[in-house]
């Protein structure tokens, strides 16, 4: 009886070791991902502001070339931002949730 109580503890505390081991190795990933979507949403956040600056010069040319890629740069601009609001909400519902 006490030889099983004995395997059975000893499976246990292997049991407790390995899920300690994932627990930290995914805690690890996670906060490597996070570090990764701050740089990101810093990367994007300068991005942004460049290409706002580009877009306040005015076109002093009248091509319909000029003005479709003065376009594409807006839409650019606005797909920087609306990717970086995803990701700063997404951010935020989970700090929300650690919070309460």
Same mark, same amino acid.
């Given at each position: 009886?006490?030889? %099983?109580?004995?395997?059975?503890?000893?499976?246990?505390?292997?049991?407790?070791?390995?899920?300690?081991? +994932?627990?930290?190795? +995914?805690?690890?990933?996670?906060?490597?991902?996070? #570090? /990764?979507?701050?740089?990101?949403? #810093?990367?994007?956040?300068?991005?942004? *502001? $460049?290409? $706002?600056?580009?877009?306040?010069?005015?076109? +002093?040319?009248? $091509?319909?070339?000029? &003005? !479709?890629?003065? *376009? #594409?740069? !807006?839409? $650019?601009?606005? %797909?920087?931002?609306?990717?970086?609001?995803?990701? /700063?909400?997404? *951010?935020?519902? *989970?700090?929300? &949730?650690?919070?309460?």
């Amino acid at each position: 009886m006490i030889y %099983a109580l004995t395997i059975v503890l000893a499976l246990e505390t292997l049991a407790l070791i390995g899920a300690g081991y +994932f627990a930290v190795k +995914f805690g690890l990933t996670i906060l490597k991902a996070q #570090d /990764s979507i701050e740089e990101c949403l #810093d990367l994007l956040d300068k991005r942004y *502001e $460049s290409i $706002s600056k580009v877009l306040q010069i005015p076109l +002093f040319y009248d $091509s319909p070339e000029i &003005k !479709k890629v003065h *376009e #594409d740069i !807006k839409a $650019s601009r606005d %797909a920087i931002l609306y990717v970086a609001n995803v990701i /700063s909400r997404v *951010e935020e519902e *989970e700090e929300a &949730k650690d919070d309460r």
